[in-house]
Every structure is written in structure tokens, then in C-alpha cells.
């Protein structure tokens, strides 16, 4: 039952400059991102890029990071980063759960997660600045307010001679055709249908052409189903079309082949299938 006092320890905190790290965690933090934010803030944000160059049309990802020198209990008042000149932006946020990670950053030990992931499409070329996130972290009942950087990323335009069949694709796309008829008598109305399948912009594709002989009439525009997700890699599915066609001939009658084109980002050149 006897109370025993501890020892004080008094501690002095100064400013941080940098001088009394080693030579190896002052080249590290020299390498890092917002080196100098980081020696003044208690907390800073990094706006993360899957790429800093892409083509117009390919999806792009972008999220918001959070750096800290203490173990945050929970964060206030965020305001997303804004990207201008995409074509469509779409959230890629399962929920709002947070993982935060302990990680060596520069040299340094920090509380690190990312959260609030978009992916968007930018179509307008040249370098564009995405506007700054801003938050309030807060550890307890203190908060630690800041904006995060305000990073550039360039849209290079797609190749002139794109071939006369490409409608806009860009990412990695296949094609398929069938008809559900192979026997049928002459003036019977069937179905064609074109289903384009693939990764990319998948839902910012154009219908194909269709070039049929006189002997094969199209009756009305196609029945357009969509059926794709987006995830990291971009939209990701396929679209079917479906044709009413009229067939006038009786005997042999010859559908031609139909070309689509996109742009394939493995190898930057078009390719026709």
C-alpha cells in the first residue's frame, strides 16, 4: 500500500532544421516529396498519380495521401482535390474505412493512409494542375489543419493517322459477331449482334459501322446493351449491339466483315480488328 513517485524528465523540443540528422536521412528527405513541409508540419498531404503522362481518352487514378508524425484518431472538414478538363470522374471508394499504415518515409516514421481513389479520363491535351485537397486531422480533441500539393500531369494527343474505323477507343479491346439464324427464308428479319469487349474507355466508345450489300437491310438503329465496371484498370466490360436485319435474297448471302479499330496503349500504335 505505499505510493511510489517515478522520476521527472524534463524534455526540450525545438524547431526542427534537419542538422542534426544523418547525412543518409537528409539525402532521403531531400528525395521525398514536401521535404520542407514535412520538417514544419506535424501532418501534410500528397495527391498520388497512377501516371504523370497519359494519352486523351486513357484512364488516369488519382487519390488523396496523408503523411503524420502522430497516430491520428480521426480526420474533419476534408475537401476533395478538383480535376479539370477529364471527361467524367467516378469514385472508386469501397466505403469509408481507413487503413492506417505505421511506414519508414524518407528516413522517418510516420502514420501514412490513402483514401478517396477517382478515376477519370482526361481528354483535353497539355499539362493540367490538379487543385489541392484540404483536411483537418485530428488526434483527439486537437486538430491539425493543412492543404495538400497541387500536383501536373500531361495529356498527350492520340496519333493523327488513326484508321478510318477507330471510334474512340483506348485501352485493349476484341470483337465478336454472330447471327441467330443460319437458315431462314428469303424476307425473314434476324438478329446481328456486335459485341465490342475489352479495357479502357470502354464506355465512351462509338458504335461501329456497319456495312451491309443491298441484299441486307437494317431495320431501325441497334438495341445497345452496356454491361462494364470501373476499376483500376478503367471501364471494364463490353457493349452489345443488336441489329434487326432484313434478309431480301433467297440462296447464299454473304455478311461482310466489320472493322473497329482502337488505340492500344501496350504498344502506342492503332490496331485494327
Given at each position: 500500500?505505499?505510493?511510489?513517485?517515478?522520476?521527472?524528465?524534463?524534455?526540450?523540443?525545438?524547431?526542427?532544421?534537419?542538422?542534426?540528422?544523418?547525412?543518409?536521412?537528409?539525402n532521403a528527405q531531400q528525395?521525398?516529396?514536401?521535404?520542407?513541409?514535412?520538417?514544419?508540419?506535424?501532418?501534410?498531404?500528397?495527391?498520388?498519380?497512377?501516371?504523370?503522362?497519359?494519352?486523351?481518352?486513357?484512364?488516369?487514378?488519382?487519390?488523396?495521401?496523408?503523411?503524420?508524425?502522430?497516430?491520428?484518431?480521426?480526420?474533419?472538414?476534408?475537401?476533395?482535390?478538383?480535376?479539370?478538363?477529364?471527361?467524367?470522374?467516378?469514385?472508386?471508394?469501397?466505403?469509408?474505412?481507413?487503413?492506417?499504415?505505421?511506414?519508414?518515409?524518407?528516413?522517418?516514421?510516420?502514420?501514412?493512409?490513402?483514401?478517396?481513389?477517382?478515376?477519370?479520363?482526361?481528354?483535353?491535351?497539355?499539362?493540367?494542375?490538379?487543385?489541392?485537397?484540404?483536411?483537418?486531422?485530428?488526434?483527439?480533441?486537437?486538430?491539425?489543419?493543412?492543404?495538400?500539393?497541387?500536383?501536373?500531369?500531361?495529356?498527350?494527343?492520340l496519333p493523327r493517322n488513326?484508321?478510318?474505323?477507330?471510334?474512340?477507343?483506348?485501352?485493349?479491346?476484341?470483337?465478336?459477331?454472330?447471327?441467330?439464324?443460319?437458315?431462314?427464308?428469303?424476307?425473314?428479319?434476324?438478329?446481328?449482334?456486335?459485341?465490342?469487349?475489352?479495357?479502357?474507355?470502354?464506355?465512351?466508345?462509338?458504335?461501329?459501322?456497319?456495312?451491309?450489300?443491298?441484299?441486307?437491310?437494317?431495320?431501325?438503329?441497334?438495341?445497345?446493351?452496356?454491361?462494364?465496371?470501373?476499376?483500376?484498370?478503367?471501364?471494364?466490360?463490353?457493349?452489345?449491339?443488336?441489329?434487326?436485319?432484313?434478309?431480301?435474297?433467297?440462296?447464299?448471302?454473304?455478311?461482310?466483315?466489320?472493322?473497329?479499330?482502337?488505340?492500344?496503349?501496350?504498344?502506342?500504335?492503332?490496331?485494327?480488328?
Amino acid at each position: 500500500g505505499k505510493l511510489i513517485k517515478s522520476n521527472t524528465v524534463s524534455v526540450k523540443v525545438e524547431k526542427g532544421t534537419g542538422n542534426n540528422s544523418s547525412t543518409r536521412n537528409q539525402n532521403a528527405q531531400q528525395n521525398t516529396p514536401l521535404a520542407n513541409n514535412r520538417n514544419r508540419q506535424p501532418a501534410y498531404g500528397l495527391i498520388g498519380l497512377s501516371k504523370k503522362k497519359v494519352y486523351e481518352g486513357e484512364p488516369l487514378i488519382a487519390r488523396s495521401y496523408v503523411y503524420a508524425r502522430f497516430r491520428p484518431t480521426h480526420l474533419d472538414s476534408y475537401k476533395t482535390f478538383e480535376m479539370n478538363d477529364v471527361m467524367d470522374a467516378h469514385s472508386l471508394s469501397q466505403g469509408n474505412q481507413i487503413n492506417l499504415e505505421e511506414k519508414n518515409v524518407g528516413g522517418e516514421r510516420l502514420f501514412v493512409f490513402s483514401m478517396d481513389p477517382k478515376l477519370v479520363f482526361p481528354v483535353k491535351t497539355g499539362e493540367h494542375t490538379i487543385e489541392p485537397f484540404q483536411l483537418e486531422l485530428m488526434s483527439g480533441f486537437r486538430n491539425f489543419p493543412f492543404t495538400s500539393n497541387s500536383p501536373t500531369y500531361e495529356v498527350i494527343p492520340l496519333p493523327r493517322n488513326s484508321p478510318r474505323s477507330f471510334k474512340g477507343g483506348v485501352g485493349e479491346f476484341s470483337i465478336t459477331r454472330k447471327i441467330n439464324a443460319k437458315e431462314y427464308k428469303q424476307g425473314d428479319v434476324v438478329q446481328m449482334q456486335v459485341e465490342v469487349s475489352g479495357v479502357g474507355n470502354i464506355h465512351l466508345l462509338q458504335e461501329p459501322d456497319i456495312a451491309l450489300p443491298d441484299n441486307i437491310q437494317i431495320y431501325g438503329d441497334p438495341i445497345v446493351k452496356e454491361d462494364y465496371k470501373f476499376n483500376t484498370k478503367g471501364a471494364e466490360g463490353k457493349i452489345t449491339y443488336t441489329y434487326n436485319i432484313q434478309l431480301l435474297d433467297s440462296g447464299k448471302v454473304d455478311v461482310p466483315e466489320i472493322k473497329y479499330a482502337y488505340f492500344d496503349l501496350k504498344s502506342e500504335s492503332y490496331k485494327v480488328l
